[in-house]
């Protein structure tokens, strides 16, 4: 079941009418606090979630998704085209934004793609653990832990930690990154690489300004480091 939240009845009819041709059930909201209520009752597959509604507004709607620790893939949808509204989004937890006005086309495949990478982590079989000294990542059970300390990560964090640390030393561009972990071909902004990765950092490094996993390659992207002892 897909939620689709926004106070806009003519853009929920859209959308729904839209997901329900492909084959999706949907539930609807026309205003935040419904919106939360029902991402944490209902146990939708993915959300659409607006921006700015009623009662509570978008971010603080997928802020509050995350603390109740539901990694439920959410997209925002934003007629706001300024960068720091798409910024303070992932900063929030969301795993994608798409732009108002969208294409129908467009939309759909942004929902396939973070259906497809769901899938793809809930097919992740049990005991596949990686260690990187006092760094472990429990790929089956989605937990982090540093030091014995379980840290909290986003689905996002998660599939681009998961990506690099398995491809240890490699260097990716920010493209690449958008291409392979977020699923498509990536039409939004690079910067989005650039905001997981400084959240990451924030949650995995002891001194963020001083990474000592997550190193960035001048000119070229990003690349994981780190003695693996499995």
Do not use: H
């Amino acid at each position: 079941m897909i939620l689709v939240v926004d106070d806009e009845k003519n853009i929920v009819d859209i959308i729904s009418y839209n997901l329900k041709k492909e084959g999706f059930e949907v539930r609807q909201a026309f205003d935040g606090k419904s919106g939360l209520e029902l991402a944490l009752e209902a146990d939708p597959e993915l959300v659409l979630l607006d921006i700015m509604m009623p009662e509570m507004d978008g971010f603080e709607v997928c802020r509050r998704i995350r603390e109740n620790n539901n990694n439920v893939p959410i997209i925002m949808l934003t007629a706001r085209v300024e960068e720091v509204d798409k910024i303070m989004g992932l900063e929030v937890g969301a795993d994608d934004y798409v732009t108002k006005p969208f294409g129908v086309k467009e939309l759909m495949a942004r929902v396939k793609a973070n259906l497809r990478r769901r899938e793809m982590d809930n097919e992740e079989q049990n005991g596949d653990i990686l260690v990187f000294g006092e760094l472990v990542i429990n790929l089956s059970l989605y937990e982090i832990r540093r030091s014995k300390q379980i840290i909290e990560l986003t689905r996002r964090e998660f599939d681009l930690l998961k990506y690099m640390a398995l491809q240890n030393n490699q260097v990716f561009t920010r493209e690449a990154l958008l291409a392979d972990v977020w699923g498509y071909d990536y039409l939004g902004d690079p910067r989005t690489v650039d905001v997981t990765i400084r959240r990451l950092r924030m949650k995995l490094e002891v001194d963020p300004d001083n990474p000592k996993y997550i190193l960035t390659r001048r000119t070229v992207g990003y690349y994981f480091v780190g003695k693996d002892d499995c």
